[in-house]
């Protein structure tokens, strides 16, 4: 599976923005998908994760409330709606893949898309 995330930007507190991951292959509802994301300096944190179907997902607290995770398994993507941004919200964003059950553990997950940089302007 090959993951391209897209969507990232500029945007003052508040603001809202959608990210998109696009996947490769056709086993792609197959896969629980997720968000993470990395701050300068910090190590990568789960965002969100929905599993294969989308009935179920999971949120950090940090972003429960704000950003709704979901997915159309006809167009092979998931999405990461961000609603409230914060300045805290500053990162790259980065989708991910895996099989089995929807964790939260960043190792877990086999594939990786490439990040899309979000900057939340105070």
């Known amino acids: 599976v090959q993951l391209q995330a897209s969507g990232g930007g500029l945007v003052q507190a508040g603001g809202s923005l959608r990210l998109s991951c696009a996947a490769s292959?056709?086993?792609?509802?197959?896969?629980?998908m997720g968000w993470f994301r990395q701050a300068p300096g910090k190590e990568r944190e789960f965002v969100a994760a929905t599993n294969w179907s989308g009935g179920s997902t999971v949120y950090a607290d940090s972003v429960k409330g704000r950003f709704t995770i979901y997915r159309d398994n006809a167009k092979n993507t998931v999405y990461l709606q961000m609603n409230s941004l914060k300045p805290e919200d500053t990162a790259v964003y980065y989708c991910a893949a895996k099989g089995g059950i929807a964790t939260l553990s960043p190792t877990q997950y086999v594939y990786w898309g490439q990040g899309t940089q979000v900057t939340v302007s105070s």
């Open positions: 292959g056709r086993t792609f509802s197959s896969y629980v």
